[in-house]
């Protein structure tokens, strides 16, 4: 299943995310807070987390993990 490109130029709320994610909002702040997504913190302190679309599709990119056949394909033996 590839995922399709997020298109918005409006910051995503941690629920928006996780809707489009398929994710809990839980899972989506726990991302945030341990820095394994990038978002945006607005406001001092504890200020409301957004998500930039265009951001997370290249962050989603960089999580592809190849298939083991794909793996072996691509290893180059001496």
């Known amino acids: 299943m590839k995922a399709e490109p997020l298109q918005s130029s409006?910051?995503?709320s941690p629920a928006?995310?996780?809707r489009n994610l398929g994710l809990s909002v839980f899972t989506v702040y726990r991302?945030?807070?341990s820095r394994k997504i990038p978002?945006?913190?607005l406001g001092s302190g504890h200020g409301c987390i957004r998500f930039d679309p265009a951001e997370l599709d290249r962050w989603l990119?960089?999580?592809h993990v190849?298939?083991?056949d794909e793996t072996r394909r691509l290893r180059k033996r001496p």
């Open 10 to 12: 409006v910051l995503l």
């Open 16 to 18: 928006q995310l996780a």
């Open 31 to 33: 991302l945030a807070e």
């Open 39 to 41: 978002h945006f913190r």
């Open 61 to 63: 990119q960089g999580q």
């Open 66 to 68: 190849a298939a083991k």
